[in-house]
């Protein structure tokens, strides 16, 4: 099935699934809202220019954007962020669903599309603890 989809790096996503980390942080929003079955992917390289990706992604979760509005001191724990710079956008995400894949997916910049098989193994948040959430394909 063909997805849109989002990379993060690090330990982002697996505080996604957690249910610990309810809004993404970008510079820029979605290209629509609300936007449904968005595909998370955790990689490893900072994805910096335009045409960057990573091949060894990791298919995390499928999410809902309902809601996109300029991020607040008051959000930053919701984000789970380091630091605060305003002018960013706050990507409010809900129905989060763990998933299970068999093969490895591209990291890209921006909202791409990937297709790949999944399977749905957990719905919204604390969908696993968050000791022991994670990001791998299983």
């Known amino acids: 099935m063909t997805y849109q989809a989002l990379s993060i790096v ?5 505080k996604i699934v957690a249910g610990l980390k309810t809004i993404e942080v970008r510079s820029w929003p979605p290209p629509v809202v609300p936007m ?11 994805l910096k220019e335009d045409g960057d990706f990573d091949p060894d992604g990791e298919a995390v979760a499928l999410v809902d954007v309902n809601h996109v509005e ?6 930053f724990e919701a984000a789970m962020a380091v630091t605060f710079k305003e002018g960013l956008t706050g990507w409010h995400l809900t129905n989060v669903r763990k998933v299970k894949c068999n093969h490895r997916v591209l990291a890209a910049r921006k909202i791409y599309e990937v297709e790949v098989d999944l399977e749905i ?9 968050p000791a022991k959430a994670g990001g791998q394909c299983l």
Do not use: E, F
């Not at 300029?70 to 959000?75: E, H, L, R």
């Open 10 to 14: 690090g330990t982002g996503c697996l």
């Open 36 to 46: 449904k079955d968005l595909l998370i992917v955790q990689n490893t390289i900072y």
């Open 70 to 75: 300029p991020w607040t001191k008051n959000q």
């Open 121 to 129: 193994i957990g719905h919204d948040k604390h969908v696993v603890s």
